[in-house]
């Protein structure tokens, strides 16, 4: 189902009992400014520790456009949007954090772009505000996504965007494990506005991404939408095994030229670590990709939803 003029807002909380209701109160002040939009709101409870469910299902009750999925494994944020789009009902959606950080007034800036010809647009933060080692993990993962994924330099993906609907729906598609949306998104549309603005400070609590978390969505990324690093691997092995040739070339005809010298025992040392360094590089690429085929057949799926709230189609999935 699809209406038109109705904005879908997607938040996956987690965390966030202490700021997702006023996260929600801001959107409804927004839409309530204009009037050719309508809002819905799909907050998605990614298995949250604290009683964000409860805050929800509050807000739920009093008011039937705001709807709730509650799932029952953590499965970080990018399959809980994912789950939320399974949802939706707007020809536009829009995402949101629950901590307060999006600047959600100037949702409509977005929104212009869109409705210009843009498939999406997203909010670019001028200032990052955010400590040293997330700075150097997002400059990293810039840096890889570039490479692996194409993107183009310009693009910085933020938390803050609206996408035209079929964007959404071609997203869901996707249905394996480790879904990593900066790679899904990239492979439904490069037609994207980025749109200057300034991200807020959290209003509580801190941020759920840990450095481990965050590794393990870029392994997701990169090994689901590129072989690049299979091939970087297998250049790497062509590239040794042609020192290799080169080097017994040269001892043969070392030999030859000299039959008196004595047979190296440190070359040949040099040369099995060499070679065996360069295999455990390549068996552990070719592993990483394996594992992710093994455990993406034997998942029981992407995100688990336990209830819905306010959904009357509650076998849309
Ligand atoms: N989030 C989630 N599951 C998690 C961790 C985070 O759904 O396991 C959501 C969180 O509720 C928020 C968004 O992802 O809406 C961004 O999280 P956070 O604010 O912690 O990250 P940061 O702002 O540091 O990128
Ligand atoms: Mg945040």
Redesign the pocket.
């Known amino acids: 189902m699809k209406k038109e003029n109705l904005i879908s807002f997607v938040?996956?909380?987690?965390?966030?009992e202490k700021t997702v209701s006023n996260v929600i109160k801001e959107i409804i002040d927004t839409v309530s400014k204009q009037d050719k939009y309508d809002y819905e709101i799909v907050a998605?409870n990614?298995?949250?520790p604290d009683n964000v469910i409860s805050v929800l299902k509050d807000l739920a009750s009093t008011n039937k456009k705001i709807k709730v999925i509650d799932c029952s494994i953590?499965?970080?944020?990018h399959a809980?949007?994912l789950a939320g789009y399974r949802y939706v009902s707007g020809s536009l959606v829009c995402n949101?954090?629950?901590?307060g950080?999006c600047p959600v007034d100037h949702v409509f800036e977005l929104v212009e772009q869109v409705e210009n010809g843009y498939d999406m647009a997203m909010a670019q933060y001028k200032v990052k505000k955010?400590g040293l080692i997330?700075r150097f993990g997002s400059a990293v993962n810039n840096k890889m996504s570039v490479w692996l994924l194409d993107k183009p330099k310009d693009f910085k993906f933020s938390?803050f965007i609206v996408r035209k609907r079929f964007v959404c729906d071609a997203m869901t598609q996707y249905n394996q494990p480790f879904p990593y949306l900066e790679g899904i998104s990239l492979s439904v549309t490069r037609n994207i506005a980025m749109v200057p603005m300034e991200e807020r400070n959290?209003a509580a609590?801190?941020?759920?991404?840990t450095f481990k978390?965050s590794l393990g969505i870029w392994m997701n990324g990169f090994t689901a939408f590129s072989v690049k690093p299979l091939r970087l691997a297998s250049l790497m092995g062509i590239f040794i095994a042609f020192i290799g040739l080169l080097y017994g070339l040269y001892v043969i005809i070392r030999k030859i030229v000299d039959p008196s010298v004595f047979a190296g025992y440190s070359s040949i040392m040099a040369a099995i670590l060499f070679i065996g360094g360069v295999i455990m590089v390549l068996l552990g690429i070719l592993g990483e990709y394996v594992g992710r085929i093994y455990v993406g057949q034997s998942s029981p799926g992407q995100s688990i939803i336990r209830e819905t709230y306010n959904i009357e189609n509650e076998n849309k999935e």
Do not use: H, T
């Open positions: 938040i996956p909380c987690y965390r966030s998605v990614d298995c949250s953590n499965k970080g944020k809980a949007v949101v954090d629950d901590d950080q955010e997330k938390n959290r609590g801190r941020s759920g991404y978390k």
